[in-house]
C-alpha cells in the first residue's frame, strides 16, 4: 500500500513543481486523500527522511495519517493508528492522529470567565467541552500554505477560527508546522494569533502502539517514564479537582519507567476507576518553559522502538486508550480495542481558564501562542 500510495505523489508532485529532494534531503510529495460526502478534497503530504521514517500528514485535522519508524533490525512499522481513507476519519471522530483545539481536553461544564465576561462553549463529552466542542480543529480542512525540503523537509498548514467558533471569543489563526529531519525527529510547531482576548491550548491527539498499529498486542507492555513530581487528580466526569498531587506512592509514578499495564487495574485508587485507566495530566513544570524539555520516554522492548516526545508546556496529559471499544476497524483491517495504543498530549492543564492555580491560558491581540512538540526515534539494542 506503501508504494501505491508514494507513485502518484511523486507524479503529483511534479505536476505541482515541487521538485524531488536532494541527496541526503527529507523529501516532501503531496497528493489527493479522497474526498468528504459533501465533495471537499481532502489532501496528504508526506514526509520522507530516507533513514527509515515516513510521516503522512492529512489536511483533515492537520492529522498524523501514518507514521513509519523503524525497529533495531531495520523493519518498519506504521506505530500510530488511523483510517486510510477521508471517509473513516469523518466517520468516525475518534482524534486518531488530530490537531486538537481551540482548547485540548476538558473545560468543566463548557464555561469559562474572561476579563469579566462569561462564555458558554460547545459541550461534548457529558457535561463538559472537549477538545474544542463538536467541531473541532479535528474536524475541519486545513489549507497547505507552505512546503520546503532539505535536511529537514517540512509542510505549514493554516486554518482560520472565526469569532464564536463553538463559542470561544476572537478570530484566531492558527498555523501547524509539521518537520521531519535526518535525525528522525517528527515535530509539530503550533502557532496562534487572535484578534481579540482569548483562551488557547493546542495539542497533537496521536494514538502510539510502537509495535504497530495492526499488531495483535496492545501497549500495555510498553515501558513508559514521565519526570513528573506531580499529577492533576480529576472528578468523576474527569475534570481537575484543583489538586497537585504527588506521584510517588500510588499508580501514577512513571518518574522510573515502567509497564503501562503494571498497576492499571489497582483497585485501591479510585483515579484509576475514574478514567477506566490512565487519562490525566502529569505536572512536568508549573508553567511553560522557554525551551523544549524531555515530557516523556516510551520503549517497546519486543522491537526496540524508542520515542521521546519534547515540548516547551507544562503539562502532558496520558491516556491509555481506554475508551477504544472494538467497534472500529483501522487502515490495517486490524479492530481497535482497549489498551491497543496511547496517547501522549503536551498541553496546558485541562481546565485551566476555570483553575486558579494551573496558570494562564489567556491570549491577547499582539501575542503569540507557541506549543512546538517533537518526537524523537530511536532503537534500545536490548
Known sequence: MECELIRPALALTLLLGILPAAAGAVEVTRAPFG???????????TLSNGRGVTARIITLGAAVQSLLVPDRQGIRADVVLGFSTASGYAANPQ????????F?????????????????????NGPNSLHGGLVGFDKVIWVVSG???????????KYVSPDGDQGYPGALTVTALYSLNEHNELSVEYRATTDAPTVVNIS???YFNLAGEGTAEGV??????????????VDKTLIPTGEFRRVAGTP??????????RDIRSGSDEQLVFGKGYDHNWVVNRAPVASSRLMARVTEPVSGRVMEILSNQPGIQFYSGNFLDATVTGKSGHIYRQGDAIVLEPQLFPDTPNQADFGSARLAPGDTYENKITYRFSVSRG
Open 204 to 206: 497533537n491527539h496521536s
Open 147 to 157: 512546503i520546503t525540503q532539505g535536511p529537514t523537509g517540512s509542510v505549514t498548514l
Open 104 to 124: 485540548a481536553n476538558r473545560i468543566a461544564k463548557g464555561r469559562f470567565a474572561l476579563d469579566g465576561k462569561s462564555y458558554e462553549l460547545a459541550t461534548n
Open 95 to 102: 482524534y486518531f492522529g488530530a490537531t486538537v483545539g481551540r
Open 220 to 233: 500495555m507492555h510498553h515501558l513508559l517514564m514521565l519526570p513528573a513530581e506531580e499529577y492533576t487528580p
Open 252 to 261: 501514577f509514578d512513571f518518574r522510573q519507567a515502567k509497564a503501562i499495564g
Open 35 to 45: 474526498k468528504l460526502a459533501d465533495g471537499r478534497a481532502v489532501e496528504a503530504i
